[in-house]
DNA sequence: TGTAACTAAATTGGCGCCAATTATATCGCC
DNA sequence: GGCGATATAATTGGCGCCAATTTAGTTACA
């Protein structure tokens, strides 16, 4: 029977990530200032380690850091929008060879079940499980490439992609179109057609979505 | 008239960068330990301060981080080094038709002084020497883009093609044929052929160079 | 009454100590 | 003489205090 040890090297990189889902969920948003007080009780961590996680998220660029202010959450300007936008279609088509030629029945059959389940959510469902579906969605789908690497470059940009001050889904409207875009991946999925994926990806973060 | 305040926080970052550069140019080998009054001796800088730069590579992922044993120069296996080989063609390519309709004459000037400048150390210069005007070489290239986050992602996995066992320029046949493969950029640049410049950076890319 | 200087409160940020852990060396034992 | 256990040295890592800085509030003065 030992004491307990290190729950900090943990609870410090776990940090970061509940405090990026938070900005994830809106929780704070862009332009707001984090303030290290707050989180500290917010999340039950000590000064330190909430200052770990701010300093790792801030290299990310998920939230800025200015000198003797504090940190706030990322504000995106549009030409940077539009420079992550370009940079995501580059790699989330590029994904897409990679996709068609490593995914097996079951996981497109998991697709298929994710973009119906986000279907109903954009129906009936919370904000909060409207955007965890379609993560899941499109997580399903990038882990399937085959390269993880290119997996994570994806999930990072995606990331800072939310700074930006246009809303997830701006409108009902742009919410169904997602779900009707899941639906017709799933579709090309099941064809094989990388090209026809690639084309939908496209339009798909065009249209920005999450 | 007041006392010098705040050299640390420029510092932290820049001591970041230093030991980036340091593990560039191959002072630290892959799979090596950094220790960190090494570190602080090597470069003149607190304990605390050599902390938070090992932390902020080990998020860039740079170097390793293990739990009480310290931080190691990150060492990439073949599968994980083919991974971000592919992702780097994607993105390093996908640059290039920004790169031919932004770019002007000033930069190609630039460019054809660079491969020619890599020439010349290919034959006669230091390490260090040639590793600098490559860097210089694709820095300006990718640069000249006109999507800042996509120069930026770019620079990122290259960083991280470098935590690989195989020495970045394996023989003097290698260091010839990346001049070679420079100027033929330049070329292709000038006749704005941003398809030939897609194929030479990916067998650029494939070849294994800096 | 508006503005500017001053004061007080809140927040951030630099830094160093010491415990926990691991590597190394010494010694005894098989 | 080789090997394992113990002691010692070296290294890492958690954490909190207090100074520096900024913001808000207040008062004095034109």
């Avoid at 690497?149 to 997602?178: M, P």
């Amino acid at each position: 029977m030992q004491p307990q040890r290190k729950p900090n090297r943990v609870a410090k990189r776990a940090l970061a990530s509940e405090i990026a889902q938070a900005i994830r969920l809106r929780m704070y948003r862009p332009g707001e200032w984090l303030r290290q007080i707050d989180l500290e009780e917010k999340f039950q961590a000590t000064r330190f380690d909430v200052r770990s996680a701010l300093e790792e998220l801030a290299i990310r660029k998920t939230i800025e850091h200015v000198p003797n202010r504090g940190y706030r959450v990322m504000e995106i300007d549009l030409a940077t929008y539009r420079a992550i936008r370009e940079t995501r279609i580059l790699l989330e088509t590029g994904a897409m060879a990679g996709v068609v030629a490593h995914i097996d029945a079951a996981a497109i059959a998991r697709l298929d079940e994710l973009a119906t389940a986000f279907s109903t959510a954009a129906a009936t469902g919370t904000r909060i499980e409207q955007s965890e579906i379609n993560s899941a969605f499109h997580h399903l789908i990038y882990a399937s490439c085959g390269n993880p690497v290119l997996e994570e470059t994806i999930w990072a940009l995606r990331d800072r992609s939310r700074g930006s001050t246009v809303t997830v889904w701006a409108s009902h409207e742009a919410l169904l179109a997602s779900a009707r875009d899941h639906h017709a991946m799933v579709g090309a999925l099941k064809r094989r057609d990388a090209a026809e994926l690639a084309a939908l990806i496209t339009r798909h973060i065009q249209k920005d979505m999450g």
